[in-house]
């Protein structure tokens, strides 16, 4: 694991400096690009320049600790990567690219996909099963390849300009090569009030945009072309029977937890209690011959905390068990939360995710997760229709959906009633949208200024909603969990896991999301996964043999955090200091009196309004970091 930066310059010549003091200057950007994430490695630094390209790296060293320097090279050293990730099939890669003649000077993982370029070039992306993002220097074709692996378990940024591509693992990096002007993205700031997130394939800066998973990006001659290399299908093509698929499915989750548990450091678990996390403590422990070292969060107040259940299960599999307790003081770090996401991330359990990986790096260097399940395997709540709304749909009244979509529109902002008209009145794929969604489109009207409002390009629901146009073939749950593995979890799940884990120097790995996993989890029929109103229905299945019974059945909880309570009581004081500033009310992108009733009908109590109060507390915050008189130069100096 590591973290990854680099650039490719259109022109190779020196021009009027001597050559060496070119190569010179791009060592020294390349360096600033990696010092800014050396929390993603602290034990190792590399670097190749050479004419018009610089690539480097920086180190958290787990397999191949003496020898896993980077960036590696091929035989002849025309191809040179730098590499953020696990491959765990790359024993396989490396005997069947020595059965075809290809010579290793290194035991590592990345070096096996060098020799995977040269033997198969873009195809060899398909062939990786693990967690990456990676660069490819091919100095013979003057050509870069940027690739993210298929869940986008792992970052990768980029940016052009004056003839150069830019990369890096982590916004932070482009920020220290001077290459990102300071202009706010409005269709991202859009995204991200709507969603908590800004979207796959750009970001809040407006020249920044992310690689999105399962796609690689092809630099030449100053011109990039983006291709997808893998995409999760669209068809259900299992056949066996759901006892047959519950078998299957156990000897695929023991096979992908076993080969997350290569390394060659300490590892261990984050445990939640519930499901996912307990399948994956407890294959740990079937295949491991000492205690699987365990870390989990609690809370003071009983309907957050799940930490009796992370201690059932630990007790259950003799795991070596750590916990740690997130009390209100836990917003001290939202500033350090904000510095390492670079962009506004509204998800407020990436604050026990921060304290979880905390505590884990204190024993190990390697965690594993259990993220992904829910995408998957159909786990949450959101799955299940309303019963209301399931009510509305067997009114056998003409017109009922047109009627609730004249209505909702007409009845003023906080109605009673309004926003269950508006849902109603939408299709299947739009009404999943709309319950997802925190400020919903009308609400953002509200919000924004004239200005903003004349400058968006697009509604976020419409540019979201495409995901669903591929899927129209398959049924609503699979629908809907396939819409959630391409956007939620890659934008919301795994970008938090990366940089929580990452601040703290421990690598996170996803068992769950092992491309067999994946693969055979979306060759499932929906029916097998839903069943009944029961979640997870065939995971929890072939996990019978494995999991206490109190596990497999208890109510999903979720990794949430008490805001609500923390805000009402002595943090109130922290939307209204912040959100009713003359700093924050002269941005011009929000009406100030629409954030004004906000806070006041959240305080007094009239409407729950933590979440929305909570993405503009951050995106404040944010802008305070990174755009408040900032230029290219001043937020280089910044990172």
């Known amino acids: 694991m590591c973290g990854i930066a680099g650039f ?41 320049v050479e004419p018009g390209l610089g690539i480097g790296m920086r180190r958290l060293s787990i397999i191949d600790l003496a020898g896993g320097h980077q960036p590696m090279h091929n035989e002849t050293r025309t191809v040179w990567i730098v590499f953020n990730g696990e491959i765990y099939n790359y024993r396989e890669l490396r005997r069947e690219l020595e059965a075809r003649g290809h010579q290793f000077y290194t035991s590592s993982d990345t070096e096996p996909i060098v020799h995977a370029y040269e033997e198969w070039g873009e195809d060899a992306f398909r062939r990786l099963r693990g967690m990456f993002a990676l660069a490819i220097w091919d100095s013979r074709e003057r050509m870069l390849l940027l690739a993210r692996d298929r869940a986008g378990i792992k970052p990768l940024h980029y940016v ?134 365990t870390f989990s969060i609690g809370f003071d107040e009983p309907e957050f905390d799940e930490l009796e259940h992370a201690r059932s299960v630990a007790r259950h599999f003799d795991t070596d068990h750590h916990e740690f307790i997130v009390r209100p003081d836990g917003l001290s770090i939202l500033d350090r939360l904000i510095t390492h996401f670079d962009e506004p991330f509204a998800d407020s359990s990436a604050i026990p995710t921060w304290y979880v990986s905390e505590i884990a790096r204190r024993h190990v260097t390697v965690v594993l997760s259990g993220d ?43 109605a009673r009633g309004k926003n269950f008209l508006r849902h109603v009145a939408k299709g299947d ?36 909603g495409h995901h669903f146009d591929r899927l129209a073939g398959l049924p609503l749950h699979s629908r809907m969990m396939r819409f959630d593995f391409e956007t939620y979890l890659p934008e919301d799940v795994l970008t938090k896991v990366d940089r929580m884990s990452m ?13 067999d996993v994946i693969e055979f989890a979306a060759s499932l029929p929906s029916h097998f996964k839903i069943r009944d109103g029961r979640r997870k229905h065939v995971l929890k299945e072939a996990l019978r043999p494995l999991l206490p019974a ?40 929000f009406e100030p009196s629409f954030v004004e009733r906000l806070v006041r009908e959240h305080l007094s109590g009239t409407r729950d309004h933590t979440l929305r109060l909570w993405q503009l507390l951050v995106f404040e915050l944010w802008h305070r970091q990174y755009l408040d008189a900032a230029t290219p130069t001043s937020l280089a100096a910044r990172a």
């Open 8 to 48: 490719a310059d259109s022109t190779s010549s020196a021009g009027d400096r001597p050559l060496t003091a070119r190569l010179d200057a791009e060592f020294s950007l390349v360096h600033r690009m990696c010092e800014v994430i050396r929390h993603r490695g602290p034990d190792d630094e590399g670097v190749h």
């Open 160 to 293: 052009e300009r004056d003839g150069r591509v830019y990369f890096g693992s982590e916004i932070k990096s482009l920020l220290a090569a001077g290459a990102v002007e300071p202009r706010l993205n409005l269709d991202a700031l859009d995204h991200y009030l709507a969603f908590l997130y800004t979207p796959r394939d750009s970001s809040i800066f407006e020249d920044v945009r992310k690689l999105p998973p399962g796609h690689y990006l092809r630099w030449r001659g100053g011109r990039t072309d983006v291709r997808q290399y893998w995409q999760i299908t669209d068809r259900e093509t299992f056949t066996g029977s759901e006892a047959d698929a519950a078998e299957q499915l156990r000897a695929v989750l023991a096979d992908a937890v076993r080969s997350h548990m290569v390394s060659d450091v300490p590892l261990g678990a984050f445990l939640s209690g519930g499901v996912d996390s307990s399948a994956v403590v407890g294959m740990m422990a079937r295949a491991s011959s000492r205690p699987v070292k």
């Open 372 to 414: 992904g399940g829910d995408e998957l395997f159909g786990g949450y709540d959101r799955y299940l229709p309303h019963p209301r709304v399931e009510w509305f749909d067997r009114l056998r009244i003409p017109g009922r959906r047109a009627a609730a979509s004249l209505l909702w529109p007409r009845l003023p902002h906080g």
């Open 429 to 464: 794929d739009a009404r999943y949208l709309d319950s997802i969604a925190f400020f919903h489109a009308d609400e953002r009207a509200s919000l924004y200024s004239s200005d903003v409002r004349r400058e968006l390009t697009g509604g976020a629901e419409h540019i979201l």
């Open 503 to 515: 601040a703290h120097s421990i690598e996170s790995r996803v068992p769950l999301l092992d491309n």
């Open 550 to 589: 109190d596990i497999l059945n208890r109510r999903k909880q979720g990794f949430g955090i008490p805001l609500g309570v923390w805000f009402r009581g002595g943090l109130a004081d922290v939307f209204s200091s912040v959100l009713g500033s003359p700093r924050t009310r002269q941005r011009g992108y």
